[in-house]
């Protein structure tokens, strides 16, 4: 988990991030994820193979909480569409809003989660490329699976190709199920929400999010449950490169000679520049010995004392022991 007992001053950074900065980089980040998923279709044939072997397993280690759930959201319109709602909505929702709360009120702590969140979006993709899985709604009717989001689309804006709007589902890679970037992006929302909320409501949200992500992905038939451990998975390894990244981010910085950012989330607070002294005892001492101190100028001149002033003990004849000389 990121740092939080270091003294982190909540001061703004010293080089403050700016939204027509950040908006753009986010887009470009998202853009090129979702560029990725396309160009990632892969075969199809392997992707339905992918997706048997993951069901084969799940069965093995009795882990397909996808059956039940599926024929519950199936039989029962009053969870189903709802869920159908939850999952072609909030995801595009959430996570955008609580990286703007980020931004506008913990902007020392939005750096790193921003960095953590692309980071894992990222090896992600990277997983849509190298395994390309059907999800279990496009399996053969003969597994058991129904595509709820096709059986209620009257209700929303979506048809029966994910979450994209009716119409359109060719502009998404239906293939990309592992890992799930639903219950990925849920998890680091419920973290963020959890450590920086502050409220007992928030942590409450923290939690219910994503596992709540979590049953609607199994059981609206767009994810296997190792789908959903995959994705999860993906961000605890993206949690442990945030640090390198931002390190390395920090050191093109200053060899292109860009004034760095604060420190990021856990480290260390920036030094307040002096403008003085501000060490209240300055110019008084204390003589050894005395348990509630007594504080007196220092002479001007060695040797010399001040007049009316008592008579210093030697720090050769004293001690840590030594009582306070008679009085």
């Known amino acids: ?13 010293r080089l403050r991030l700016r939204w027509w900065t950040e908006l753009p980089l986010i887009l470009l980040v998202y853009g090129a994820y ?7 279709r892969g075969d199809v044939t392997h992707a339905v193979d992918h997706g048997l072997a993951i069901l084969r397993v799940e069965k093995f280690f009795f882990l397909n909480a996808e059956h039940p759930l ?3 959201f199936t039989r029962e ?34 750096r790193a989660a921003r960095t953590w969140l692309m980071t894992s ?17 496009l399996l053969a009717a003969s597994h058991g699976f129904v ?23 060719g502009m998404t890679n239906q293939y990309a199920a592992m890992p799930s970037l639903h219950c990925g992006w849920a998890l680091w929302c419920g973290v963020m929400l959890w450590m920086y909320g502050g409220t007992r409501l928030t942590k409450i949200a923290g939690v219910l999010y994503p596992l709540i992500t979590t049953i609607v992905v199994m059981g609206t038939a767009n994810h296997y449950f190792l789908d959903a451990v995959a994705g999860f998975a993906v961000m605890g390894v993206g949690l442990l490169l945030t640090r390198p990244v931002l390190r390395l981010a920090d050191t093109s910085r200053t060899r292109f000679g860009i004034r760095p950012f604060a420190p990021a989330l856990g480290g260390p607070p920036v030094a ?8 209240v005892s300055a110019g008084c001492q204390t003589s050894p010995g005395e348990r509630l101190p007594r504080q007196r100028k ?11 002033a008592e008579p210093a003990v030697s720090p050769v004849d004293s001690g840590d022991e030594t009582p306070a000389a008679a009085r």
């Open 121 to 137: 979006t990222f090896m992600g993709l990277i997983g849509f490329t190298l395994l390309p899985t059907c999800p279990p709604r």
């Open 77 to 110: 319109p009053w969870l189903g569409i709802p869920a159908d709602f939850w999952y072609a909505s909030l995801h595009y929702m959430v996570t955008p809003a609580v990286l703007v709360w980020l931004f506008r009120s913990r902007a020392v702590r939005y």
């Open 34 to 40: 979702s560029a990725g998923r396309l160009l990632a």
């Open 147 to 169: 595509d709820t989001m096709a059986q209620y689309s009257d209700y929303g804006w979506w048809g029966g190709e994910a979450s994209a709007p009716r119409g359109l589902g």
């Open 70 to 72: 599926n024929r519950l």
């Open 272 to 279: 307040p520049h002096d403008t003085g002294s501000s060490i």
């Open 298 to 308: 220092v002479p001007a001149t060695p040797g010399a004392a001040e007049p009316g």
């Open 1 to 13: 988990m990121l740092r939080t007992d270091a003294p982190v001053s909540e001061a703004a950074p």
